[in-house]
């Protein structure tokens, strides 16, 4: 049996990398972002190139019928108080790649980050993983260049395979999508520009404390790393050499070791699969496409598509002009929040180990009904003022939640590739003994470690789930 | 930790039941074939009640709705030979229950299993599940009795849960259907009629090694114990006691010590997920709904719908009289295979423990383009006379492996419910060092403990795969 240390977790504990100190890496990020010249602005749809309203359908596509086109849908459900509606929605069946590098540096993992500008970040430009590409782009439909880097994640003889999972995004804004999420380990001096900096998983989680500066795509890829393989045991080295070295961080120590415990989890899994089999039978949803200019309360102006009530998110179009892209001008459509959004866990210590409070949510693009989210997962802004009975369960524990209990807090951005700056409250709330284990039937307790094998086996845990496991320092 | 053994572990090694012996099994099938009157006649398609042909798709539905419907379906796919075909296919959205008790009788758990009559069956009458029944059976849309035993699977109360997870059905035949296997322990004395017998899972495995006895639904159900859960260690004190148990069963004690042994597997679980993962963006799989008048290649005469060149199978419609199920008599329809099928697995011994060659298979019904398959699934009919390069890949292994390297033969039957007299041979081949590691890319060894996780974890291995290993003596 393999003892030695788990190289994510030595990764994961060095706060300080040999090769880049982690205020370097903020003033890079900075330096890159005024290295490049960069202009988002907004137009009415008529000036889109390659980009255009289907004649019949109103649907939103590309000349080439790659990338991805926004259509209707219409939903009847049982998951939840609303029972029926419609609303736009992207499909993109294409299954791209969101990969990172990693490579043995003075004895410590680094990970290979890229200062990537996308349309709708905030900021403009955040840490990004090595590759981020949709097949459109690395089979080159837009005629650009090819994707810097492909080589290592598409063959395999460049480098050694650590994670390559499918993983789902955003049910309520996707149909069906999933990216592989991949992890390469390469020895080569890879040759890299300005924009890419080597650095510690530790540094990663460092940053992941600031607000909208690692992007989506990264804390997904980020949240499949295993510290423990189910067929290995845990490396109860790992653990003290942990203790020692963040004697401060009690409660980051208290994750990793519920990411590592088999034995005192609340639930066996067979019973975690037999919950979430009753959800997927319990709850209905069924998804009938309409054609996007048939979509029941929403219409189209010369520069978006809105809800009536103004409600939810509209459809824009943007000009982007980048000159370190594939392509160095482009025009695309983006999705825009009109409400603000909040996920959350509620964390509890039982039976000595932290575990945290899942639900089984139905959301229209989900590939099988319900994937496993975050204990509160919703938009804040229509819930404020509703009352108590229409409110999201657990809604009010996380919105007042004393300051001594909140154990992360960032705001964090969804991709900046679809969505024109959307960034949610991300929280975690540990909860003592006046918190009930009992929880409602589509709520269940698990620890990390139960949660993180979800992870691998692809298509249980939502993108918002995994991004937060990922924020909190669970990377 | 809990030390104590596991019971299905100890049901599966006891081969004799304090309750009931094993051939008192087997007359007591031949008693209850002739307790009851069954009468199952081809009838012409005009001669079906509540059944018909909607008027302008030609597809088969029932009058409620309800039960299932036969359409067709045009293929475009790169997993095969073949990339372009259309064919009948059954589409049933509704998820039923398969199920099965079991009880602890003289400290060994007890299955209990139903002598259940199906049109389709071999003989009749085979052994099935506890509970075997679609939700318009429980929901009662037939106007009939309740199924039997319904509450210990329903409510939770009655029962505690061991198993309960979806399980994928046939993907040649069904669109994307999906039943609950559950299993749940009981400490009631059910009250059951004479259809009824407990029995352990030794007495059941030894039944399997018979042709045609074990039902389909009972196979899967089966596939889904574990003898180890991913949390728990194994018991090194169960495996002594096996041994001893079974000095003379060589091979199952290999099985078995396969299903156990974390460490020694060829592949870690990471290289099968990316495997998989690789598997799912290699292949396309696109699956258009037409009606089925409108199915290429295929016609409808007085008595059947047949492909053109008597391939494959046809639809039929029988009449049905039964004196014991929830209704007395109907009529419906069913497929009929028209030519003989193989399901085998090549295991073989690496690093010291038994590994069996998996296949990623696409089938036009899967839920996600590729399920894990055994290593050869054909019809055979069409392939002897096939020149070598159109033949499925190690078909000729396995036709012609030595006698003294066949580990387990027998024919077993497909779901007498919906197939018409289908069985297929189920063949477990091991090879030697002459037989290569190295294997084609949609090919992987893994050891039967991986398998088994997979199989927790649903919609990852397919029913054949499932199937197989339960009647190999791997319940």
Same mark, same amino acid.
């Given at each position: 049996m393999n003892?030695?240390?788990n190289?994510?977790?030595?990764?994961?504990?060095?706060?300080?990398?040999?090769?880049?100190?982690?205020?370097?890496?903020?003033?890079?990020?900075?330096?890159?972002?005024?290295?490049?010249?960069?202009?988002?602005?907004?137009?009415?749809?008529?000036?889109?190139?390659?980009?255009?309203?289907?004649?019949?359908?109103?649907?939103?596509?590309?000349?080439?019928?790659?990338?991805?086109?926004?259509?209707?849908?219409?939903?009847?459900?049982?998951?939840?108080?609303?029972?029926?509606?419609?609303?736009?929605?992207?499909?993109?069946?294409?299954?791209?790649?969101?990969?990172?590098?990693?490579?043995?540096?003075?004895?410590?993992?680094?990970?290979?980050?890229?200062?990537?500008?996308?349309?709708?970040?905030?900021?403009?430009?955040?840490?990004?993983?090595?590759?981020?590409?949709?097949?459109?782009?690395?089979?080159?439909?837009?005629?650009?260049?090819?994707?810097?880097?492909?080589?290592?994640?598409?063959?395999?003889?460049?480098?050694?395979?650590?994670?390559?999972?499918?993983?789902?995004?955003?049910?309520?804004?996707?149909?069906?999508?999933?990216?592989?999420?991949?992890?390469?380990?390469?020895?080569?001096?890879?040759?890299?520009?300005?924009?890419?900096?080597?650095?510690?998983?530790?540094?990663?989680?460092?940053?992941?404390?600031?607000?909208?500066?690692?992007?989506?795509?990264?804390?997904?890829?980020?949240?499949?790393?295993s510290?423990r393989a189910p067929e290995a045991d845990a490396g109860?080295?790992?653990?003290?050499?942990?203790?020692?070295?963040?004697?401060?961080?009690?409660?980051?120590?208290? $994750?990793?070791?519920?990411?590592?415990?088999r !034995?005192?989890? %609340?639930?066996?899994?067979? @019973?975690? *699969?037999?919950?979430?089999? +009753?959800?997927?039978?319990?709850?209905?949803?069924?998804?009938?496409?309409?054609?996007?200019?048939?979509?029941?309360?929403?219409?189209?102006?010369?520069?978006?598509?809105?809800?009536?009530?103004?409600?939810?998110?509209?459809?824009?179009?943007?000009?982007?002009?980048?000159?370190?892209?594939?392509?160095?001008?482009?025009?695309?459509?983006?999705?825009?929040?009109?409400?603000?959004?909040?996920?959350?866990?509620?964390?509890?210590?039982?039976?000595?180990?932290?575990?945290?409070?899942?639900?089984?949510?139905?959301?229209?693009?989900?590939?099988?009904?319900?994937?496993?989210?975050?204990?509160?997962?919703?938009?804040?802004?229509?819930?404020?003022?509703?009352? $108590?009975?229409?409110?999201?369960?657990?809604? !009010?524990?996380? %919105?007042?939640?004393?300051? @001594?209990? *909140?154990?992360?807090?960032? +705001?964090?951005?969804?991709?900046?590739?679809?969505?024109?700056?959307?960034?949610?409250?991300?929280?975690?709330?540990?909860?003592?003994?006046?918190?009930?284990?009992?929880?409602?039937?589509?709520?269940?307790?698990?620890?990390?470690?139960?949660?993180?094998t979800?992870?691998m086996?692809?298509?249980?845990?939502?993108?918002?789930?995994?991004?937060?496991?990922?924020?909190?320092?669970?990377?």
């Open positions: 003892r030695s240390p190289p994510f977790l030595v990764s994961a504990l060095t706060e300080e990398s040999p090769v880049v100190k982690t205020k370097e890496i903020l003033s890079w990020i900075d330096q890159r972002r005024s290295a490049h010249r960069f202009v988002v602005e907004p137009i009415p749809f008529s000036e889109m190139k390659e980009w255009g309203f289907e004649p019949d359908t109103g649907n939103i596509t590309h000349s080439s019928g790659k990338f991805f086109t926004i259509h209707g849908v219409h939903i009847e459900t049982n998951g939840g108080p609303v029972t029926s509606w419609s609303q736009p929605i992207i499909k993109q069946p294409e299954i791209g790649i969101l990969g990172i590098a990693v490579k043995k540096m003075g004895g410590v993992l680094h990970f290979l980050m890229q200062a990537k500008m996308e349309p709708g970040n905030i900021h403009l430009v955040q840490l990004a993983p090595t590759l981020q590409a949709t097949r459109s782009n690395f089979t080159r439909v837009h005629h650009g260049r090819s994707p810097l880097l492909l080589d290592y994640f598409s063959t395999g003889e460049k480098s050694r395979s650590l994670v390559d999972v499918l993983q789902s995004e955003q049910g309520a804004r996707f149909l069906r999508k999933r990216n592989r999420n991949m992890i390469v380990e390469v020895t080569d001096d890879i040759p890299v520009s300005d924009d890419y900096c080597w650095m510690t998983l530790g540094q990663i989680q460092r940053l992941l404390y600031q607000d909208n500066l690692i992007n989506m795509d990264a804390r997904t890829v980020l949240s499949c790393i510290y109860t080295a790992d653990l003290a050499f942990l203790e020692s070295a963040l004697p401060e961080r009690d409660f980051r120590r208290r $994750l990793i070791e519920s990411t590592m415990d !034995d005192k989890a %609340l639930h066996r899994f067979n @019973e975690i *699969i037999g919950w979430f089999t +009753r959800m997927k039978v319990r709850y209905e949803l069924e998804v009938t496409p309409v054609p996007l200019n048939r979509v029941a309360g929403w219409h189209r102006t010369t520069t978006e598509i809105v809800h009536e009530q103004g409600k939810y998110f509209s459809i824009m179009a943007v000009r982007v002009q980048a000159d370190n892209r594939e392509v160095v001008a482009w025009t695309q459509p983006l999705v825009r929040p009109r409400e603000e959004g909040l996920v959350a866990f509620i964390v509890k210590e039982i039976n000595g180990v932290l575990h945290v409070l899942i639900q089984a949510k139905v959301e229209p693009g989900n590939f099988d009904v319900v994937e496993m989210a975050p204990t509160v997962q919703c938009i804040t802004g229509s819930y404020r003022q509703a009352p $108590l009975e229409c409110r999201p369960c657990f809604l !009010d524990h996380v %919105l007042n939640a004393p300051q @001594e209990s *909140i154990r992360y807090s960032a +705001r964090q951005s969804e991709e900046g590739g679809r969505f024109f700056r959307e960034s949610n409250h991300n929280q975690v709330v540990e909860v003592g003994d006046e918190f009930p284990v009992d929880v409602p039937a589509n709520f269940i307790w698990m620890t990390l470690g139960q949660l993180k979800f992870i086996f692809n298509n249980f845990v939502n993108v918002e789930c995994r991004c937060l496991m990922a924020s909190m320092g669970l990377a």
